[in-house]
Nanobody, 125 residues
């Protein structure tokens, strides 16, 4: 398994931007698909974005499409989530995940086997 550590969360005003990073340990990072999920208080953990092992394919939840961008740097064992035009409803703990989902299951959290500890994102109105 791969170990994941998120960073970059914080407090931002609505309309602002944040960039989350997820650093992975291990030499097999480039073989994993990577995802970002989030969980707000009292809600289920939900899919935000995912990227294939090569970075050639990306996937987004409808709620963040056009505002968030996922990317990865396999040389640095890091995946990023650039979040622009943030809204109060984006407030949540954001989790990085690694796994081997199929193309049809990239949005399913149960197909990701490794998870980070999460980083808090709070968007004030």
């Amino acid at each position: 398994q791969v170990q994941l550590v998120e960073s970059g969360g914080g407090l931002v005003q609505a309309g602002g931007s944040l960039r989350l990073s997820c650093a992975a340990s291990g030499r097999t990072f480039s073989s994993y698909a990577m995802g970002w999920f989030r969980q707000a208080p009292g809600k289920e953990r939900e899919f935000v974005a995912a990227i294939s092992w090569s970075g050639g394919s990306t996937y987004y939840a409808d709620s963040v499409k056009g505002r968030f961008t996922i990317s990865r740097d396999n040389a640095k064992n890091t995946v990023y989530l650039q979040m622009n035009s943030l809204k109060p409803e984006d407030t949540a703990v954001y989790y990085c995940a690694a796994g081997f989902p199929g193309v049809a299951t990239m949005t399913r959290r149960f197909d990701f086997g490794s998870w980070g500890q999460g980083t808090q994102v709070t968007v004030s109105s």
